[in-house]
């Protein structure tokens, strides 16, 4: 029998994505794979059913989907999606395979429950970062959208034009913008406010992305801070102590007080966001200056930040934008679609589901298998955080 691989419609409130894009369901099928989607699952990315069915897919319910499916793929996981995700969780059986972003290393109580379903769960968010996963790696993908989009709520809120424009009233100087974490979403944040026009400058604790910050038309900022250690073997940013983040705070002051736009993205897999930008320096900005904080699902990195609202302080407006990658749809389904569909092939051999845990990539984003979490990391951090649980 082929494998099944199935995609519903996301249950999350405010997703519009969808994990499966009707331009992939022939590569999948070509592997002979069978695909089945939900009724409407893209249709809130752009996506309608006929455009499925046009490519190969079967629309059926949801009931259907799960009963049938080998492999569910999906954007927003339990773990990702606790509350409303949790009515899924009776439809799994043991043996299927679930793909998508599921928190794993702070939904200790989720993954629990996936383990306890039987299902051979893998989080997207622990691709590794090794050159043959770069097709497969959705969070790149999903950071590329949000500092695109970053850059897009900062123009539509500044009360300035970004470019210099030299007209019969006189000339307007360019925005200046400073993107705050130079990961791929400040990378993309940067070449987008060069694109519109504005003069843009960056800081990131590695050192080592300075190259790349000029690369795409910005400034690097160098500050007097001890950075040797701020990197992982994984490329991602380190935290640090608070002792160093005191230090770097007092030397950005100075930088930011200078800016028309900040836009922070600085994010540690798994923890919370640091705080980069203290009140104090939010007030130091100019009134009608913007701060776009997208690590604001982590907690943000503004002191000022409301995960999901819109804060003044003293005319300066903190954007604490949630979901981000969802206000671009139809993009980010099929850039994550193309994501999922890369990892589905190295899942499945000649039309059949095989897990092979030989495989780096197959292992390293393995969180429960066989009733058990399986993955190193995200057994420490469930064991943490149920002991923290039951100590309270």
Same mark, same amino acid.
């Given at each position: 029998m082929p494998a099944i691989i199935g995609t519903p419609r996301e249950t999350f409130p405010g997703e519009r994505r969808v994990a499966v894009a009707p331009r992939h369901c022939e590569a999948l099928r070509k592997l002979g794979i069978e695909v089945l989607i939900e009724h409407q699952a893209g249709v809130r990315s752009g996506y309608p059913d006929d455009a499925y069915v046009a490519r190969g897919a079967?629309?059926?319910?949801? @009931?259907?989907?799960?009963?049938?499916a080998d492999l569910i793929a999906q954007v927003r996981s339990l773990g990702a999606n606790p509350d409303a995700g949790r009515a899924d969780l009776a439809q799994f059986r043991p043996g299927q395979a679930v793909v998508?972003?599921?928190?794993?290393?702070?939904?200790?109580? @989720?993954?629990?429950?996936?383990?306890?379903?039987?299902v051979s769960f893998f989080a997207m968010e622990l691709m590794p970062r090794i050159t043959r996963a770069q097709s497969m790696d959705a969070l790149s993908s999903m950071s590329t959208i949000a500092g695109y989009q970053a850059v897009l709520i900062a123009a539509t809120h500044l009360p300035k034009m970004f470019p210099m424009l030299m007209t019969a009233a006189g000339t307007i100087a360019p925005a200046k913008v400073f993107v705050l974490g130079v990961g791929v979403a400040g990378l993309q944040a940067i070449a987008t406010a060069r694109r519109l026009g504005a003069v843009v400058s960056a800081y990131d604790v590695r050192p080592a992305v300075k190259e790349q910050v000029e690369s795409v038309g910005g400034k690097f900022v160098i500050l007097d801070v001890d950075s040797k250690t701020s990197e992982d073997k994984g490329g991602y940013a380190k935290a640090m102590d608070e002792a160093f983040y005191r230090r770097q705070r007092e030397l950005l002051t100075d930088v930011i007080r200078e800016q028309d736009v900040l836009i922070t993205t600085a994010a540690v897999p798994g923890r919370k966001a640091p705080i980069l930008v203290t009140r104090e320096m939010v007030l130091a900005m100019q009134p009608g200056s913007v701060i776009v904080d997208i690590a604001a699902e982590r907690g943000g990195n503004c002191e000022v930040t409301r995960p999901g609202e819109t804060i003044v302080e003293q005319g300066v407006s903190v954007l604490g934008p949630l979901n981000v990658p969802s206000m671009v749809p139809f993009h980010a389904s099929q850039m994550y679609s193309s994501n999922i569909t890369s990892f589905i092939k190295l899942l499945v051999k000649d039309g059949t589901l095989n897990i092979n845990l030989e495989d780096e990539i197959i292992r390293e984003t393995l969180v429960t298998h066989d009733g058990k979490i399986v993955h190193p990391r995200v057994l420490e951090a469930v064991q943490s955080q149920l002991s923290a649980s039951a100590g309270r």
């Amino acid at each position: 029998m082929p494998a099944i691989i199935g995609t519903p419609r996301e249950t999350f409130p405010g997703e519009r994505r969808v994990a499966v894009a009707p331009r992939h369901c022939e590569a999948l099928r070509k592997l002979g794979i069978e695909v089945l989607i939900e009724h409407q699952a893209g249709v809130r990315s752009g996506y309608p059913d006929d455009a499925y069915v046009a490519r190969g897919a079967r629309m059926v319910d949801r @009931e259907t989907l799960f009963s049938n499916a080998d492999l569910i793929a999906q954007v927003r996981s339990l773990g990702a999606n606790p509350d409303a995700g949790r009515a899924d969780l009776a439809q799994f059986r043991p043996g299927q395979a679930v793909v998508g972003f599921g928190e794993p290393l702070t939904a200790a109580q @989720e993954c629990s429950d996936l383990s306890a379903s039987g299902v051979s769960f893998f989080a997207m968010e622990l691709m590794p970062r090794i050159t043959r996963a770069q097709s497969m790696d959705a969070l790149s993908s999903m950071s590329t959208i949000a500092g695109y989009q970053a850059v897009l709520i900062a123009a539509t809120h500044l009360p300035k034009m970004f470019p210099m424009l030299m007209t019969a009233a006189g000339t307007i100087a360019p925005a200046k913008v400073f993107v705050l974490g130079v990961g791929v979403a400040g990378l993309q944040a940067i070449a987008t406010a060069r694109r519109l026009g504005a003069v843009v400058s960056a800081y990131d604790v590695r050192p080592a992305v300075k190259e790349q910050v000029e690369s795409v038309g910005g400034k690097f900022v160098i500050l007097d801070v001890d950075s040797k250690t701020s990197e992982d073997k994984g490329g991602y940013a380190k935290a640090m102590d608070e002792a160093f983040y005191r230090r770097q705070r007092e030397l950005l002051t100075d930088v930011i007080r200078e800016q028309d736009v900040l836009i922070t993205t600085a994010a540690v897999p798994g923890r919370k966001a640091p705080i980069l930008v203290t009140r104090e320096m939010v007030l130091a900005m100019q009134p009608g200056s913007v701060i776009v904080d997208i690590a604001a699902e982590r907690g943000g990195n503004c002191e000022v930040t409301r995960p999901g609202e819109t804060i003044v302080e003293q005319g300066v407006s903190v954007l604490g934008p949630l979901n981000v990658p969802s206000m671009v749809p139809f993009h980010a389904s099929q850039m994550y679609s193309s994501n999922i569909t890369s990892f589905i092939k190295l899942l499945v051999k000649d039309g059949t589901l095989n897990i092979n845990l030989e495989d780096e990539i197959i292992r390293e984003t393995l969180v429960t298998h066989d009733g058990k979490i399986v993955h190193p990391r995200v057994l420490e951090a469930v064991q943490s955080q149920l002991s923290a649980s039951a100590g309270r």
